[in-house]
């Protein structure tokens, strides 16, 4: 990193972690700091955690002390008290951590041009976590206006392994040319050492969660110093703590760390950890980022891990040491899971790494950028488009797209031309663009970020009586009279407005399956493997009997498909009529086609009562049955149907609020006062209905379609599957339920339980379901 830096060149650090990626991101700037002392601003460091600012804060700030330097470090996140704040831009230190959001905000005050023009490095941590995401296209956007301040500034960015480290040094050079950006590998240290959790008995058929293993996961709690145990929701994660508790019977001390928990809360364990007071910690993907902690000498997985990039990242947590191997355990939740842990071992092994899909910059972040820029001071329409294509994700930006969102600042877009609120920016006669008011710049620094907060809804009678809460990106995708399962009933959408789905009682059967949260989608190289697996008997003696059973069974009853092949089963049962696709698409794309194929199921007059998804496969259920799945697997469904369902719900709706408020057309908060979720769904949605009627193709509302396609519904894994679908279906008409359906069909009990009174009574169904597809006649 030092050959680096003296040679001028930007670097990219590539090591796992443990390997002390942190200082040697830093060695050049302590040492230039050394060699030609400043009171300047030196060297900014930008991590995607708050908490990670500050734990480097710590680790950076010993070897400072030690060699008696005088070097000033401090941070700047959201949680810092505002003189601190005013005082770091008159007075900065030598060295400042930060996150994106706030360096931002730093960059829309006029004395950043002087705060920034000796800036001599930045350090970005984790780059990993947000290059392909828009919190990577705002950092993106800020390293071009840093480079515009200070042209000899040196980009450095430190990273877990990548599948693609030249993807993330064209990202992070300046005009794309990654031959400027040297990459600096680390030793990749002893190899893990990762094992599979059998359970006393047979794996289960379906449950996503390994929370039956809860007793032998404490007794490895009980040998080992410190565990991490990782779940992938956060329900998930409080669920296995519950779990724990009950089987540690010599009373160990337990801690539980998500996102949802207060800061207060969050800070408390991490101290906890910190000083050895605990002996595991139940986690979610909050923990999944450069945390510091030596001691934790196992990690446990629950559920599989849906990529193997994920998996290395979550046990590179253990020890922490470069010449140890880590340790870690997977825990299975099904049979299906059993084959995703086997593949994510192999992937780990053979250094197959998940790819990150790199995509370019949005315009809602963009928009929000420019009103940064402009807070700063005025500037000529050429000068900033062509900083604004140093930034890789807008390399490619054209003339009419800029220009379309600098008359969406200027005036809102062609319908909200009469409105004055909407008027951000002015253009003077001699070309120069500048912010029409004062007020819009505080209203801007109030409203950056590009975190929009999920909202909760509740579930209302319409006399007012309360169910409880869904999650609105789930509520987002019901239409009205669609039904689902909620709190032990079956329940008809009325209608959803800013805080409230109203719904009532039906006798109707639900619908739609409503269990988990932010579902992870399983990586497509995994899903690869998985695949590959089914078509390979000789794989097979490598798994446990009762999983090489169910292959043989499925093998000898039905098919077992190609990997190319996608694989549809139809059968009745108990008065229904069941198809099953195997799509392997991971559970976002099949919940968004379990949507669309209900509503042709319906069209084609089958009478459809419903259908579940998981990551593998995608079932339906009818009275009448499916004899030609090809007719509903045309390519048109993703024109005709899942437009009109993207509309019709309120996904469209939804990501339009997220973007509006990126964008900077509606505000979160006005000076002294916070806005709640429901007056920014209540602004946000007045607007969407004006645009959608007078101006369909205005800019914002085509970002959030965008987004509805991207990140709501998985449409690009969808689109890949409907396309290959009719050339490679293999359909096969059986009397009886399948061995490969048992996973996916034992969840429409699930669905139709609260959680956790009635498991026996699953377990029993589950049982007697695998019983009757396992029987070879």
């Not at 996150?99 to 970005?124: C, K, M, N, W």
């Not at 240290?189 to 006393?200: M, V």
């Not at 058929?205 to 032998?216: I, N, V």
């Not at 619908?511 to 590959?532: C, K």
Request: proline fraction near 5%; hydrophobic fraction near 45%.
């Amino acid at each position: 990193m030092l050959d680096a830096a003296r040679a001028g060149k930007h670097a990219l650090l590539v090591a796992p972690t443990g390997a002390g990626k942190t200082l040697a991101g830093f060695m050049a700037s302590l040492t230039e700091l050394i060699e030609t002392p400043t009171e300047r601003l030196h060297t900014l460091y930008v991590s995607p955690l708050k908490a990670l600012a500050v734990d480097v804060q710590r680790n950076l700030i010993g070897p400072i002390e030690e060699m008696a330097l005088d070097i000033r470090v401090e941070t700047r996140t959201g949680d810092t008290p505002s003189d601190r704040k005013a005082r770091q831009r008159s007075r900065p230190p030598q060295i400042l951590l930060t996150t994106p959001e706030s360096l931002s905000l730093l960059l829309s005050y006029p004395d950043s041009i002087g705060l920034f023009a000796g800036l001599r490095t930045i350090v970005i941590d984790e780059v990993h976590a947000f290059a392909t995401s828009k919190r990577g296209d705002l950092l993106a956007l800020c390293l071009s206006r840093l480079q515009a301040l200070s042209p000899a500034l040196r980009r450095v960015a430190l990273s877990a392994t990548v599948a693609d480290a030249d993807a993330y040094r064209g990202w992070l050079s300046p005009d794309g040319d990654i031959d400027s950006v040297a990459l600096v590998e680390g030793d990749p240290g002893a190899e893990a050492n990762i094992s599979i959790l059998l359970p006393e008995g047979r794996i289960p058929w379906s449950g996503h969660s390994g929370r039956y293993a809860a007793k032998q996961v404490m007794a490895e709690i009980e040998t080992h110093r410190t565990t991490l145990v990782f779940c992938n929701t956060r329900s998930l994660a409080e669920l296995i703590f519950q779990d724990l508790w009950k089987e540690n019977p010599l009373g160990l001390p337990i801690g539980i760390h998500h996102g949802s928990l207060s800061r207060e809360a969050r800070r408390k364990v991490e101290q906890a950890m910190a000083d050895g007071r605990l002996r595991a910690l139940v986690a979610t993907a909050s923990l999944d980022l450069g945390v510091d902690w030596g001691d934790v000498d196992l990690v446990i997985q629950m559920g599989a891990p849906k990529g193997s990039s994920r998996l290395l990242q979550r046990i590179g947590r253990a020890n922490h040491r470069l010449d140890e191997p880590s340790e870690a355990v997977l825990v299975p939740g099904n049979r299906f899971e059993y084959l995703e842990a086997r593949a994510a071992l192999d992937a780990v092994d053979a250094g197959e790494l998940d790819p990150d899909l790199f995509r370019p910059g949005a315009l809602d972040v963009l928009a929000q950028h420019i009103m940064a820029v402009a807070c700063a001071g005025p500037f000529r329409e050429a000068d900033l488009l062509a900083e604004l294509r140093t930034a890789a994700p807008y390399a490619a930006l054209p003339d009419d797209v800029f220009a379309r969102v600098l008359s969406f600042i200027e005036s809102g877009g062609y319908s909200l031309k009469a409105y004055d609120r909407f008027k951000r920016l002015t253009r003077d006669a001699d070309g120069w663009w500048r912010v029409s008011h004062p007020r819009f710049i505080s209203q801007h620094r109030l409203n950056a970020g590009i975190i929009v907060e999920a909202t909760m809804l509740n579930v209302r009678f319409r006399n007012g009586r309360r169910l409880g809460t869904v999650e609105e990106a789930f509520a987002a995708t019901l239409r009205n009279g669609d039904t689902f399962f909620f709190a032990g009933l079956s329940l008809e959408v009325e209608k959803m407005d800013t805080e409230d789905l109203i719904v009532r009682a039906t006798s109707k059967p639900a619908r739609i399956p409503t269990y988990g949260g932010a579902r992870l989608p399983l990586s497509t190289s995994l899903a690869d493997r998985v695949r590959a697996f089914l078509h390979e008997p000789e794989e097979w003696r490598r798994f446990p009997a009762d999983v090489r059973e169910w292959l043989e069974a499925q093998q000898a009853r039905s098919v077992l498909p190609a990997p190319g092949q996608l694989l549809i089963e139809t059968f009745p049962r108990e008065g229904r009529h069941y198809m099953v696709a195997y799509s392997f698409e991971g559970w976002n794309a099949h919940q968004s086609l379990g949507m669309l194929l209900t509503r042709r199921l319906e069209t084609q007059g089958l009478m459809p009562v419903g259908f579940v998804a998981n990551d593998y496969a995608l079932a339906t259920f009818s009275l009448k049955p499916v004899t030609d799945p090809a007719t509903l697997f045309s390519p048109d469904i993703l024109e005709d149907e899942f437009v009109d369902w993207v509309q019709a719900s309120h996904l469209l709706k939804r990501a339009f609020r997220e973007v509006a408020v990126i964008g900077g057309l509606v505000e979160r908060q006005h000076p002294g006062k916070r806005k709640t979720g429901k007056q920014v769904t209540f602004s946000t949605d007045l607007i969407y209905d004006v645009l959608r009627r007078y101006e369909p193709d205005h800019l914002l509302l085509r970002a959030a379609w965008e987004d509805a396609r991207a990140r709501m519904t998985d449409v690009g894994r969808l689109g890949s599957l409907i396309e290959r679908a009719v050339g490679t279906m293999v359909h096969v008409t059986l009397d009886r339920v399948s061995p490969l359906a048992v996973p996916v069909l034992t969840l429409i009990g699930r669905e139709r339980v609260t959680h956790g009174m009635a498991d026996d009574a699953l377990l029993i169904e589950a049982e007697s379901l695998a019983a009757e597809a396992m029987r070879v006649d």
